[in-house]
């Protein structure tokens, strides 16, 4: 079964930093676009950052010169580096990717991990 995993996610200071990982899990996978979204409490899913397959970027205004996508096409894994943490950045953050396998694409989500930034 195919599915995305994210990981990395935890407690820590505002100021700090947070490394999550998306792993795509499956044989004969490949990840083409992929971004990073965000849930906080009582609000909407919010796009915080996408790479494409060959490696664009691009950040929404709030977390510009803050975090880094980034990829790993040989692991099937995106990245996303998060530095000088901010309360407001507490959230659920999730992985969305276009997965591909036989000729087939397909949109996927992770399960979502918990960064929570304390002030």
């Known amino acids: 079964q195919v599915q995305l995993v994210e990981s990395g996610g935890g407690l820590v200071q505002a100021g700090g930093s947070l490394r999550l990982t998306c792993a795509a899990s499956?044989?004969?996978?490949?990840?083409?676009?992929a971004a990073w979204y965000r849930q906080a409490p009582g609000k909407q899913r919010d796009l915080v950052a996408t790479i494409t397959s060959g490696g664009t970027t691009n950040y929404v205004d709030s977390v510009k010169g803050r975090f880094t996508i980034s990829r790993d096409n040989a692991k099937n894994m995106v990245y996303l580096q998060m530095n000088n943490l901010k309360p407001e950045d507490t959230a659920v953050y999730y992985c969305n990717a276009d997965l591909q396998r036989y000729g087939s694409s397909w949109r996927s989500w992770g399960q979502g991990t918990q960064v929570t930034v304390s002030s």
């Open positions: 499956g044989s004969d996978l490949s990840i083409n676009y």
